[in-house]
């Protein structure tokens, strides 16, 4: 089972976006992330090699350890702790996103933020940052997955926030063909971005003659 916390954190105007995830037990990490319009800004990694291997006592144990991870580095943003460098360009009037302007942008970038980690087991979580050609947040813009090569038709859709983030989870459907793949897309007007990730369907195994 992984574990894993996101939250928004808005310190004088300025929002951030705090991701920690717990890594497979290969890895055995737990991973804090602090965003700023899909730019890293800080990182913290710990292990849990003490934990190894896991069974439901260590597991809860595991989960608190990621919660409090989690919590710390939100609260040491809040009260000023952690002091995060935002770039230069990005100080600029509207950091809250909205429709860019006629000049600012002719397509939308998308960036899949947990690409190695949205998939556990059948459960998609997907955790996407969408900004204009001048990297600026873009709230209020509809999110689209969809499963191509699905046995039967899938789309899910969920809107930004204030720091132009989307989270769509669902259950994956089962994979018809070879050429099956998962397309996020986004829209704002004229202005279009899409992501585009090969899948690829499990073989089935042959019955037992």
Not at 24 to 32: G, P, Q, R, V
Not at 186 to 201: D, E, I, K, V
Request: glycine share 8%.
């Amino acid at each position: 089972m992984q574990f894993g916390h996101n939250t928004n954190v808005t310190v004088a105007g300025t929002t951030f976006h705090v991701q920690t995830e717990e890594g497979a037990s290969a890895h055995a990490l737990i991973d804090t992330t602090v965003y700023f319009h899909g730019r890293v800004l800080h990182r913290l990694t710990n292990n849990y090699f003490d934990l190894l291997p896991l069974n439901p006592d260590r597991e809860r144990t595991l989960r608190l350890r990621v919660e409090k991870q989690h919590r710390s580095i939100v609260e040491e943003i809040r009260s000023g702790k952690l002091k995060l460098a935002v770039p230069a360009d990005e100080k600029v009037a509207g950091v809250k996103g909205g429709p860019p302007s006629s000049s600012a942008s002719s397509a939308l970038h998308l960036e899949l933020l947990n690409a190695k980690s949205w998939l556990a087991g059948k459960r998609a979580r997907l955790q996407v940052a969408v900004r204009d050609q001048a990297n600026h947040a873009i709230e209020g813009i509809k999110v689209t997955a969809n499963v191509e090569g699905a046995a039967q038709p899938a789309e899910f859709f969920a809107g930004t926030d204030s720091a132009g983030y989307a989270e769509l989870e669902f259950d994956m459907p089962r994979l018809s063909g070879t050429d099956a793949a998962l397309v996020i897309e986004a829209s704002n007007g004229n202005t279009r971005g899409h992501l585009r990730f090969q899948l690829r369907a499990k073989p089935r195994v042959p019955a037992a003659s």
